[in-house]
């Protein structure tokens, strides 16, 4: 069945450091991807959504780009900054449904 | 800028009791979702609501409802609250099934 995973549960980091997280999905028909970001004590919001294939998408310092040929959808920053510290969630829309990751916790310390 | 709004924030209740939980959207969207977030900070889906069709999440319990009056509004109705209910409850809404979610603040829910 359709599904996300996100093998990190936990990714700690120096302030100024560039991040990767890791965010592969499955299904058997064109998804649609999406990272969300969830700071503590506030609704998860979005992030970025997917473009086509092996186009790079960015916001706020955030870039991924959808890999169909190795079913990821990475999030990367080069420099990451202490409010960046947040749960990042890996989603997948395929067929009108939604498929959420576990989360990744993102800590940041200076 | 808040367009998904829930009530209330915070609900405190002991075994047995029904709770309700109201969410409103201002979006004009088509279609809107209830999720539980556990503990361990994860989402769980466990309705969508789309022109009055409802998907269930088979593994949410009975206990649990969805309520619609119309579109903009999907409230969740718990029967009979256990310990393990204790969970922040979010709802979100979207344009369509295929669209990002926008999510309201939560309602954090203690079963005692």
């Known amino acids: 069945g359709d599904s996300v995973t996100q093998t990190e549960g936990l990714v700690t980091l120096t302030k100024g450091l560039p991040v990767m997280l890791n965010c592969t999905y499955q299904t058997t028909y064109s998804p649609f991807l999406f990272w969300y970001v969830q700071h503590l004590n506030e609704a998860p919001k979005l992030l970025l959504k997917s473009s086509t294939d092996n186009k790079r998408t960015e916001h706020q310092g955030f870039y991924a780009t959808l890999h169909k040929s190795s079913s990821s959808f990475h999030l990367q920053k080069s420099s990451v900054q202490l409010s960046d510290s947040a749960l990042y969630f890996c989603?997948?829309?395929?067929?009108?449904?939604?498929?959420f990751g576990d989360g990744t916790q993102l800590v940041v310390k200076p | 800028e808040t367009a998904v709004f829930q009530t209330p924030n915070y609900h405190v209740t002991q075994v047995g009791n029904e709770v309700s939980f109201n969410c409103k959207q201002t979006l004009g969207h088509d279609t809107m979702y209830w999720y539980k977030q556990d503990s361990k900070k994860l989402l769980k889906i466990m309705f969508s609501?789309?022109?009055?069709?409802?998907?269930v999440n088979e593994t949410v319990p009975r206990r649990f409802s969805p309520q619609s009056s119309d579109k903009a509004h999907l409230n969740l109705r718990i029967k009979s609250v256990e310990p393990e209910d204790s969970a922040v409850y979010l709802c979100?809404?979207?344009?369509?099934?295929?669209?990002?979610?926008?999510f309201g603040p939560g309602t954090r829910l203690t079963v005692l």
């Open positions: 609501y789309n022109n009055k069709q409802l998907i």
């Open positions: 989603a997948l829309i395929r067929n009108n449904r939604i498929f």
């Open positions: 979100a809404s979207s344009l369509d099934r295929a669209a990002e979610q926008f």
